[in-house]
């Protein structure tokens, strides 16, 4: 089988496999010892509670988007959730035993939205402070 697919003439290439896998062969880099950790995307919702479902595990998100679809990337390691592109809230991947489940530290990354952007969010008295600060 090999002898016949990899001397035929390939229809993209027009090359024998076999022959250009000879010449890429030098190049080629060994596997890194540990596989990347891809994790998975999945679309959810913000319940009243402030938090979204995966695994069988509760994961919390801002109060200011209850009632949203949002994305979930799960890892072997972490859950961070996602509002379009923008990060709202990580955590570690959930415990085993739910002594370790209740334990869980969830950091919320989230900025305030801008007045002017909005119409909503900051006062008009914080919101010139802001405009005035230093980035």
Known sequence: MLEEAGTRIHGTTREQPLERFLIEKPLLQALPDIAPDLGSWNRVKLHRDC????????????????GQRLWLRATDT???????????????????????????????????????????????RHSASARTAPR
């Open 51 to 66: 938090h979204v479902k995966f695994d069988h595990s509760l994961y919390s998100a801002p109060f200011t988007l209850v």
């Open 78 to 124: 972490t859950v961070s959730i996602f509002q379009d592109y923008r990060l709202v809230a990580a955590t570690c991947a959930a415990a085993s035993t739910v002594s370790d489940a209740l334990s869980l530290i969830i950091c919320h990354h989230m900025r305030a939205p801008s007045s002017r952007a909005t119409g909503a969010g900051v006062s008009s």
